[in-house]
């Protein structure tokens, strides 16, 4: 599989939502159709990047990135992927803190899962 051009997925790159749109429509992201806690039908979320129970009971609350690199991250899933994309162009360290507005130490974790999960 070769890598995509950014002419044709750039656009993934400038707001997060559509960033999510995309992994949407890729498959990378789901969103739940039955909740974790209580076993009813939730209903998704995906500008707020979560879904909610509906039932009254339980409206328990879980993140479209469950499950996924993106959990757990403070950083829009745009700058991730930028800087994967970035990553796996061989780009420098140096130019993906400067393009994804990552802090040094911030770059440096990130790259080092990349490398683990790619290679």
Same mark, same amino acid.
């Given at each position: 599989?070769?890598?995509?051009?950014?002419?044709?997925?750039?656009?993934?790159?400038?707001?997060?939502?559509?960033?999510?749109?995309?992994?949407?429509?890729?498959?990378?992201?789901?969103?739940?159709?039955?909740?974790?806690?209580?076993?009813?039908?939730?209903?998704?979320?995906?500008? /707020?990047?979560? @879904?909610?129970?509906?039932? $009254?009971?339980?409206? !328990?609350?879980?993140?479209?990135?469950? &499950?996924?690199?993106?959990?757990?991250?403070?950083?829009?899933?745009?700058?991730?992927? /930028?800087?994967? @994309?970035?990553?796996?162009? $061989?780009?420098?360290? !140096?130019?993906?803190?400067?393009?994804? &507005?990552?802090?040094?130490?911030?770059?440096?974790?990130?790259?080092?899962?990349?490398?683990?999960?790619?290679?």
């Amino acid at each position: 599989m070769s890598m995509p051009n950014m002419m044709n997925i750039g656009h993934i790159f400038l707001t997060e939502s559509a960033c999510l749109e995309y992994l949407i429509d890729q498959g990378v992201l789901t969103i739940p159709t039955f909740c974790d806690t209580c076993g009813e039908e939730g209903m998704g979320h995906p500008k /707020l990047k979560l @879904y909610q129970c509906t039932k $009254k009971h339980c409206r !328990s609350k879980q993140s479209i990135f469950k &499950g996924t690199f993106f959990s757990n991250s403070r950083i829009p899933c745009n700058k991730i992927m /930028l800087a994967a @994309y970035k990553f796996l162009n $061989k780009d420098a360290s !140096s130019s993906i803190v400067r393009e994804c &507005g990552f802090t040094r130490p911030t770059a440096a974790a990130w790259l080092g899962f990349f490398r683990y999960i790619f290679f």
